[in-house]
């Protein structure tokens, strides 16, 4: 179960990315074409709907691939002064 758990998990591409892979993850998680994600955001994003900003949270909070730890709580262990072990 756990590992099922591990697998999924929203996680930031590390083959399938334009600028952080966020899409990309999102279409792994969701099973279904990244550009389709894209897409989506980018007509979210001429409703009203901030896009941008939301793409770059998911890219704080969101891991990369091959990575345990977020880029966010990277940079809160390194602003606490404890060691960015992955």
């Known amino acids: 179960m756990n590992e099922n758990y591990q697998s999924k998990r929203f996680r ?3 083959t399938d990315r334009y600028l952080a892979g966020v899409c990309g993850g999102i279409a792994e998680f969701l099973k279904v074409d990244s550009t389709l994600v894209r897409l989506v955001l980018v007509v ?3 409703f009203g709907f901030s ?4 793409y770059i949270l998911a890219w704080l909070v ?3 691939a091959n990575e345990q730890r977020s ?6 262990r390194n602003f606490q002064g404890k060691p960015s072990d992955n």
């Open 71 to 76: 880029l966010l709580e990277q940079i809160i």
């Open 12 to 14: 930031r591409s590390g």
């Open 51 to 54: 896009g941008v900003f939301v």
């Open 62 to 64: 969101m891991p990369a």
């Open 44 to 46: 979210l994003t001429f």
